[in-house]
């Protein structure tokens, strides 16, 4: 599995942006991720859709401003954020599990795409 992030930018706080992963390969029936790091901070999870989309899984720090969807048709997760904090700067990284319906480990997740930048300014 192959996948590849998009969608990174410098916005302002307040502002919404949408996060891209296509994915390539072998992906039937994988879940998939999108972690962050944020400068000086562990990788964190920020949410996860199984491999239908029929279910879905938020951290406490984003719950009810992000949402995850996924397009099988195009092989494509978004991960939409809106009303942006400082707090949300940071790497993100959209990765693919094999592994149960919502694995939240990040050792759960076998394949990583690149990672793009998110600043949101104050």
């Known amino acids: 599995v192959q996948l590849q992030a998009s969608g990174g930018g410098l916005v302002q706080a307040g502002d919404s942006l949408r996060l891209s992963c296509a994915a390539s390969g072998r992906t039937n029936r994988i879940n998939v991720g999108w972690f962050r790091q944020g400068p000086g901070k562990d990788r964190e999870l920020v949410a996860v859709s199984s491999w239908d989309g029929s279910s879905t899984y938020y951290a406490d720090s984003v719950k009810g401003r992000v949402t995850i969807s996924r397009n099988n048709a195009k092989n494509t997760i978004y991960l939409q954020m809106n009303r942006l904090k400082p707090e949300d700067t940071a790497i993100y990284y959209c990765?693919?599990?094999?592994?149960?319906?919502?694995?939240?480990?990040?050792?759960?997740?076998?394949?990583w795409g690149q990672g793009t930048q998110v600043t949101v300014s104050s």
């Open positions: 990765a693919a599990s094999e592994f149960g319906i919502l694995p939240t480990r990040r050792t759960d997740y076998g394949y």
